[in-house]
């Protein structure tokens, strides 16, 4: 009985989400139901599991948000993004639109940009692009979200995005792990996906069907003349990539940053209850935080004149700091949830099905199937993540060590993971996406679930890879 009503708890989450519903409210109102035939009394469960997960959620992850989401706002708000999205159009052309904008949102994601932004950004030009290829309109969200959501997030090694973060407090590692595993997963991704969308449109062109008439948020043609140059815009987003290789030495260069093993020591005296354990678990978040800060500083610079035309500075740095706020709480209270649904008793079915998942030689597998069911339920790559290496994050790192296998393979899989049916339609970012291009679930959907299908198969193609070479 109690592992139905977890069940309906988690279904009743998704219909909320998927309506628009606020899960900063309905996540703990969901986690109380889940819990009403356990053991647990319900206020406690509230305040003191619930709100704890999402503190602890909160204070590790925060500072990523809150300057990446400043560091999004500075690039989009002095025409920077846009400066970089309008030449990579401009060099491939319209005839190339599909690729444009594949091209384009991974290159922003890559740099450390927000997929939120991406998706404001990409939009008009994907949207103007597409018309006058005469690509129908129901494309675009599939194309920005396979170029925003694929190897730019999850794949490509040293990628600031969040996905990639998590891992490195889990597994000791840093965000460059596995770059050989990384770099296959990007091809695959960009192959399999600019494939699909392609294929796509030669189909619907066929049957006659073009761009079509459409009246919502469709983009005026654009003044480009004003816009910072690209080249410029893009020594902040190569900083932040650049600064993070250097602070997180993940190639354990000499000559390169090191973090003291000490810095935590005069912490431990105060006993913090939510004192990172070492230095290895922070130092990839310290790293990116230096890296986002000094692109944040060299943003503002570049587009000091943008930025002082559209009323100065004060009201990037104010929006990105509020919009950090909203999107942390929304993801913290998804990972509470999910945290909430794994310490029920009525869970433990399903907790020690995922562990005995045993096809290979090691946990690879295990992680890809448990992250890709907590990513469906949470409709968050980053939340179903978390709640996964909660979940059996040291079970498979002890899998791991017996074995002699690296946590570095441990980190990319599951990263690559999260990127699978978090594509699920009550999925935050895809509801957002899908109404910046004034299209509805029902016309655009089904490229999108074809897209999560075959994301799925790429951590599957990279443990063949790993698995027959034991290449990294």
């Known amino acids: 009985m109690e592992l139905i009503v977890i069940l309906i708890s988690l279904c009743l989450l998704m219909v909320f989400a998927f309506r628009g519903y606020s899960l900063i409210l309905f996540a703990p109102l969901c986690a109380m139901l889940a819990a009403a035939m356990s053991d647990y009394s319900l206020m406690p469960l509230y305040s003191e599991l619930f709100m704890t997960k999402a503190a602890e959620y909160v204070k590790v992850y925060y500072s990523i948000f809150l300057l990446g989401a400043v560091f999004a706002k500075v690039m989009e708000e002095a025409g920077m993004a846009r400066s970089i999205a309008a030449v990579i159009a401009k060099v491939l052309g319209k005839e190339r639109a599909i690729l444009s904008v594949?091209?384009?949102?991974?290159?922003?994601?890559?740099?450390?940009?927000?997929?939120?932004?991406?998706?404001?950004?990409?939009?008009?030009?994907?949207?103007?692009?597409?018309?006058?290829?005469?690509?129908?309109?129901?494309?675009?969200?599939?194309?920005?979200?396979?170029?925003?959501?694929?190897?730019?997030?999850v794949a490509l090694p040293g990628t600031p995005q969040i996905?990639?973060?998590?891992?490195?407090?889990?597994?000791?590692?840093?965000?460059?792990?596995?770059?050989?595993?990384?770099?296959?997963?990007?091809?695959?991704?960009?192959?399999?996906?600019?494939?699909?969308?392609?294929?796509?449109?030669?189909?619907?062109?066929?049957?006659?069907?073009?761009?079509?008439?459409?009246?919502?948020?469709?983009?005026?043609?654009?003044?480009?003349?004003?816009?910072?140059?690209?080249?410029?815009?893009?020594?902040?987003l190569a900083t932040v990539v650049i600064v993070n290789l250097l602070m997180s030495n993940p190639f354990h260069w000499s000559w390169a940053y090191h973090w003291g093993e000490q810095l935590l020591e005069p912490f431990k005296l105060l006993k913090l209850s939510l004192l990172a354990s070492s230095v290895d678990k922070v130092q990839a978040i310290w790293s990116l935080d230096?890296?986002?800060?000094?692109?944040?500083?060299?943003?503002?610079?570049?587009?000091?004149?943008?930025?002082?035309?559209?009323?100065?500075?004060?009201?990037?740095?104010?929006?990105?700091?509020?919009?950090?706020?909203?999107?942390?709480?929304?993801?913290?209270?998804?990972?509470?949830?999910?945290?909430?649904?794994?310490?029920?008793?009525?869970?433990?079915?399903?907790?020690?099905?995922?562990?005995?998942?045993?096809?290979?030689?090691?946990p690879l597998v295990s992680e890809v199937i448990t992250t890709n069911i907590m990513?469906?339920?949470?409709?968050?790559?980053?939340?179903?993540?978390?709640?996964?290496?909660?979940?059996?994050?040291?079970?498979?790192?002890?899998?791991?060590?017996?074995?002699?296998?690296?946590?570095?393979?441990?980190?990319?899989?599951?990263?690559?993971?999260?990127?699978?049916?978090?594509?699920?339609?009550?999925?935050?970012?895809?509801?957002?996406?899908?109404?910046?291009?004034?299209?509805?679930?029902?016309?655009?959907?089904?490229?999108?679930?074809?897209?999560?299908?075959?994301?799925l198969a790429v951590p599957f193609l990279c443990i063949a890879l790993y698995s027959t070479t034991g290449l990294l």
């Open 102 to 153: 594949i091209l384009a949102c991974g290159v922003l994601t890559y740099g450390g940009i927000s997929v939120f932004v991406v998706a404001f950004v990409m939009y008009p030009f994907a949207a103007i692009l597409f018309r006058e290829a005469n690509i129908p309109k129901r494309l675009i969200p599939a194309t920005i979200w396979t170029g925003m959501c694929t190897y730019g997030m």
């Open 163 to 236: 996905q990639n973060i998590i891992p490195t407090s889990f597994f000791g590692t840093t965000t460059w792990a596995a770059p050989i595993t990384g770099i296959f997963a990007s091809v695959v991704y960009f192959v399999l996906t600019w494939f699909w969308i392609t294929y796509r449109y030669k189909k619907l062109s066929a049957r006659g069907e073009g761009y079509g008439n459409h009246t919502l948020n469709e983009p005026e043609m654009m003044d480009n003349s004003g816009l910072p140059s690209w080249k410029k815009s893009l020594i902040p």
């Open 290 to 362: 230096v890296g986002l800060t000094v692109g944040i500083v060299l943003a503002v610079i570049i587009g000091r004149k943008q930025l002082l035309q559209s009323g100065g500075i004060i009201a990037p740095l104010n929006a990105g700091t509020i919009g950090s706020v909203s999107a942390i709480m929304n993801t913290a209270s998804g990972y509470a949830f999910g945290t909430v649904i794994s310490s029920l008793a009525g869970f433990q079915i399903i907790k020690d099905q995922l562990l005995q998942i045993h096809i290979g030689s090691g």
């Open 375 to 455: 990513s469906g339920f949470t409709g968050s790559a980053s939340g179903g993540m978390t709640i996964a290496l909660n979940m059996l994050g040291a079970n498979w790192l002890t899998w791991a060590n017996s074995l002699g296998m690296s946590p570095e393979i441990l980190h990319r899989i599951v990263s690559l993971s999260s990127a699978g049916f978090e594509s699920v339609p009550h999925n935050g970012a895809l509801v957002t996406l899908i109404a910046i291009c004034g299209l509805t679930h029902k016309q655009s959907y089904y490229d999108i679930f074809m897209l999560s299908v075959f994301k």
